[in-house]
Structure formats: C-alpha cells, structure tokens
C-alpha cells in the first residue's frame, strides 16, 4: 500500500562545477522583472555572515494572489542554496505560495543561468511521502505501529509501545530523521491521528532519540 503523499517546502541548491562567484555572476545576469536585485539588503545580510559566506537577495513582484516577497540564496561549499523567501506585506506565506514562488525563480532565472554558467540545479519535490524521509526499516516498522495502534490512546498499551519502541530503536540506529513536524503532518493527515496524539508521539519521538543519542555518548 502506498502513502499518500503531502505538500512540503521545496529546497533549491545550486551545485557548481567551478566557484561560487560564477553562479552568482550567473544569477545576476539574468535578472529582469519581475525579479529585482536588493543589493542594500543583501549588503546587511552580509555583513553578518560568518567565515565571509556570500548572499543573495532578490526580490520577486506580487503575481495573483501571491504577496511581493524576498528570496535569499546562501553560499554552501561552492553553490546556493535558497535558505529563505520572506513575503513583505504579510505574516507567512504557506507551502503552495512559498513553492510557487521558488518554481517561478527557477524557471526565469536559474534555468537559463545554469544552461549559461554550467551549474547543476537540485530542485526537490513539493510532494513527499514517508519513504522520502527515512530508510526503509524505521518508515515500515512506523507504519506498522501507526496502522496497528490505538489511535486513542496512543502508545499507551503495552503491544503499541513495543511497536513504538521499536521505531524509535530503528530510527536511531538508521541514517536519516524524520522532522518533527512532518511526523505530526503524516500521522494527521495521511494515518488519520487525532493532532492532540500525534503532538504527543511527536514530543515522545524527539525526547526519545535525544535520550538515545546521550546514552551513545555516554558510552
């Protein structure tokens, strides 16, 4: 049986085959509306970077129902990477708009800069499922814990907590982590849990590897 999928932020990296200062010429050549250069906050920005990391800071114009909004792109290694877009007028701009915005960077600037600069774009997909974000024991030994489960108590009876355990051992002896906020998102949206529930697994989740974590050290 195959999750359903949920709408996440989408991550960009640039990967560049020979400097940093190349993208970022790159970038900048093919800048022209609706996309704009804020060289002063980009200079501020700057001004706080640590070990002389460089930034870039553009600006977008509002586009239908999508609020004029500030993207920054951060040196990582040899590349960018977009660490953040920001709406000017309003408080946030939610996953749809956020990923619209960051589509619309790609496609007008990006793309045409990379086939001229020689860079590689790394462009995630906006909708993830649980296979994306852990290795392929701790995502099944979770969805048998949350498909065999109480939904209304949780991990409260014993057969549940072992199986809770059990994702818990696996996830800390595997390679990836699931975000918090993803693991509330996937057992709401997509396994049906109460959100008071899956904030409580969520809460027990990060104490328990924390825990996990402190005894390896200890060791």
Request: with cysteine.
């Amino acid at each position: 049986m195959t999750d359903k999928k949920i709408e996440v932020f989408q991550y960009l990296h640039l990967r560049s085959r020979t400097s940093a200062s190349s993208v970022r010429s790159t970038i900048l050549a093919q800048v022209q509306g609706p996309w704009h250069h804020d060289l002063e906050r980009e200079e501020d920005i700057r001004s706080h970077a640590v070990d002389d990391e460089d930034a870039i800071v553009l600006v977008r114009d509002a586009f239908d129902d999508v609020d004029e909004s500030c993207l920054v792109l951060w040196q990582e290694g040899e590349g960018y990477k977009v660490s953040n877009i920001v709406p000017q007028n309003v408080g946030e701009l939610g996953i749809a708009k956020y990923n619209s915005i960051l589509r619309d960077f790609v496609a007008k600037l990006v793309e045409p800069a990379a086939h001229a600069g020689g860079f590689e774009i790394e462009l995630s997909s906006p909708h993830q499922s649980l296979d994306d974000w852990l290795d392929t024991e701790p995502a099944a030994a979770l969805r048998r814990f949350s498909r065999l489960a109480n939904k209304s108590t949780g991990a409260g009876h014993p057969m549940d907590r072992d199986r809770w355990y059990a994702f818990l051992i696996s996830t800390h002896r595997a390679s990836k982590r699931l975000d918090t906020d993803l693991l509330v998102r996937w057992l709401v949206e997509v396994e049906h849990w109460s959100d008071d529930t899956a904030y409580d697994l969520a809460r027990d989740y990060e104490l328990a590897l924390g825990l996990l974590e402190q005894y390896d050290q200890s060791m």
